[in-house]
């Protein structure tokens, strides 16, 4: 099990929905960002079905996320950078223009480390976690070769490691004690994902204690028992695993 990259100069996590990177990633993005290192996300989707109410505006619930997503963005670092990319939720396809979009952001961008979702994680349901993951790996393909997308402004970049979350076969571990209260703070920051993602009711979100709730222990709990399993991987307290790629 490898462990413990060098802290990169910029890092860029690519996730389907709002919310995505910061359960992946978001507390190694927030060790890391705490280092020095440029973090960024980038949302493939806009998040317009991520509601169990079938009376919301779907309009109304794109803006809601976007707003979210910045704000638990800035909760891992104020000088992170959030761009979205807007394909309806639901419907992401792993297509031309979606490759040219994630490359063309990786050659702006210029990440030193890319994370994303595992697409190649065995009976995965929701299409849009598969699809975001093959934009990823083909996304990189296409920025690092001079020949791909001629068209854009910028020149190829080849990021030197790749680390995908969401695994079935993990082989690097990053430790993240002292990280995890970022992590859930962020995650708490998606409060129109509380109920169906979270299992945190609006009446616990709202609590003048809000932070004492039992259904926000509860979620605490489960986001630190994940980090300590996925530490014990490689010895530690607490740490975020994935599958990592550096032949790039």
Request: charged fraction near 25%; aromatic fraction near 6%; proline fraction near 6%.
């Amino acid at each position: 099990m490898e462990t413990n990259l060098p802290v990169p100069e910029r890092a860029l996590a690519v996730g389907a929905h709002p919310d995505d990177i910061e359960f992946g990633c978001g507390a190694t993005l927030a060790k890391w960002a705490a280092a020095g290192c440029q973090i960024a996300l980038l949302v493939c989707t806009d998040g317009s079905k991520g509601t169990w109410d079938a009376k919301t505006d779907p309009a109304e619930l794109v803006v809601t996320r976007r707003a979210e997503q910045r704000a638990a963005a800035a909760v891992l670092h104020e000088t992170a950078e959030t761009v979205f990319l807007g394909w309806p939720d639901g419907e992401l396809e792993s297509g031309l223009r979606q490759r040219w979009e994630v490359a063309a952001w990786i050659r702006r961008l210029r990440p030193d480390v890319i994370f994303g979702h595992d697409p190649w994680k065995r009976y995965r349901l929701h299409p849009d976690h598969r699809n975001a993951g093959w934009l990823v790996t083909d996304g990189i393909v296409a920025a690092r070769d001079p020949l791909f997308f001629p068209e854009l402004d910028s020149p190829p970049h080849r990021p030197s490691c790749l680390l995908l979350f969401e695994a079935d076969e993990s082989n690097h571990v990053e430790e993240v004690a002292g990280y995890g209260d970022a992590k859930v703070a962020a995650l708490l920051e998606h409060r129109s994902q509380h109920r169906s993602t979270m299992g945190i009711s609006p009446a616990a979100a709202d609590a003048a204690a809000a932070d004492e709730h039992p259904e926000i222990v509860e979620f605490r709990r489960r986001v630190v028992d994940k980090l300590a399993e996925h530490g014990a991987l490689a010895g530690m307290a607490a740490g975020e695993a994935f599958h990592r790629i550096d032949r790039l």
